[in-house]
């Protein structure tokens, strides 16, 4: 399945979180929660395992509820085919210090590799300019990625959406917590809130 | 078109303004919705308040995602919603009990009292037992005197005990929709 050129996930995750400071990021269910997970355990890593279609918009409620943090949703394209709606409501509420990755495989790659709606019609940069996010960008290219990582910082220039198409070989598996309750709490203990 | 049967018509019900009051108390900033027409009050004074933000979505399970976010950063939500809605909510429901974050929801009813269309009733009929079965704790306003004592139940179990809950604002106290040509 892999094709020449195409970015490797791994690759990409690591440049968008080389230089994080004080980023929180989401992992979309599958594989993208892994990706930040290998791009190193961190405080700040909301890492989801259920809730298909709903990174877009963790980021979301992240994104307005701290608008002086940087939030980066990275999630696939299944995941964000799944929530495409979501696009909608963040292009209405425009939150300048949201940013979201699609690894697009063109695969469900956690069920078998079927290919997906993006493999030969859906245009997920379309969908996400005319659903309101001005700078949606397809990248193919490890510079593209990490021009796209320094923008994450601005915090006045969101919200932003890029569709990385990547590489479909599936890689090794490493996980993190399965444990939500952890995983939140860590998060807003990092934020500075404390527990109820 | 779309007129309503009761006295609501004609006189401006308060009961919204006493669900807004309660919201503001217990400091609620993020209010995600899918409009509906007994939502209509409360979704104005909302997205007339200087501390709330009112976010509308395309489908109901966006607000779930979106309140756990929210928590995650500190703030407090609340999501409004039609009982059609409910079924839509399904499988986000299940963020609730492994993130923990507290939530709430506002559901105004059809499929029930005087109910005119019949496509409303089957989701109508389910929705209490869907929100029961998701692990949602589910209180019921009947009538207008009773909702700022449903309402600050509600909020407290929600925000003080991170207990699931849901209040069905019955189409009794709504009014059931009619059509007129």
């Not at chain 1, 990706?35 to 877009?56: K, Q």
């Not at chain 1, 980021?59 to 929530?83: N, R």
């Not at chain 2, 209010?31 to 509906?36: L, M, T």
Request: proline residues 5%.
């Amino acid at each position: 399945m892999s094709k020449a050129n195409l970015l490797d996930r791994r690759q990409v995750v690591s440049a968008l979180l080389a230089d994080r400071k004080d980023v929180v990021a989401i992992g979309g269910l599958g594989a993208s929660t892994n990706d930040i997970t290998a791009a190193g355990d961190h405080a700040r890593n909301f890492y989801l395992w259920g809730g298909m279609g709903g990174a877009a918009m963790i980021g979301l409620g992240l994104a307005l509820a701290q608008p002086k943090l940087p939030v980066l949703v990275i999630t696939g394209d299944g995941e964000m085919l799944m929530g495409m709606g979501s696009l909608a409501t963040i292009g209405l509420q425009k939150p300048s210090n949201l940013s979201i990755v699609v690894l697009d495989n063109e695969a469900y790659g956690e069920t078998g590799g079927q290919t997906s709606h993006t493999s030969a019609a859906a245009d997920l940069v379309g969908v996400a300019r005319a659903c309101g996010i001005a700078d949606s960008r397809a990248i193919s290219t490890m510079a593209e990625v990490e021009a796209f990582a320094k923008t994450i910082h601005d915090l006045s220039g969101g919200p932003r959406f890029a569709n990385v198409k990547i590489d479909s070989a599936n890689v090794e598996r490493i996980l993190p917590s399965r444990d939500g309750t952890y995983i939140v709490n860590r998060i807003r203990g990092d934020l500075g809130f404390q527990p109820i | 078109m779309h007129a309503r049967a009761d006295a609501a018509d004609t006189t401006t019900p308060t009961w919204p303004d006493d669900i807004f009051a309660t919201l503001q108390r217990f400091d609620v900033r993020q209010v995600p919705y899918v409009p509906d027409a007994g939502h209509s009050k409360l979704i104005q004074r909302v997205l007339g308040s200087s501390t709330m933000r009112g976010i509308p979505l395309t489908t109901e399970e966006e607000g779930v995602a979106l309140l756990a976010g929210a928590w995650t950063g500190g703030q407090r939500g609340v999501l409004l919603m039609q009982s059609s809605g409910v079924g839509n909510c399904i499988n986000m429901l299940s963020l609730i009990p492994i993130l923990r974050f507290p939530f709430l929801t506002l559901v105004t009813m059809r499929g029930e009292w005087g109910e005119f269309n019949p496509w409303q009733v089957p989701m109508g009929s389910t929705t209490q037992g869907v929100l029961e079965l998701s692990g949602v704790k589910v209180l019921r306003a009947s009538n207008a005197a009773e909702v700022p004592a449903v309402l600050e139940a509600a909020a407290a179990q929600a925000y003080n005990a991170l207990t699931p809950t849901a209040v069905l604002l019955s189409q009794r106290l709504i009014g059931a929709k009619v059509f007129t040509k």
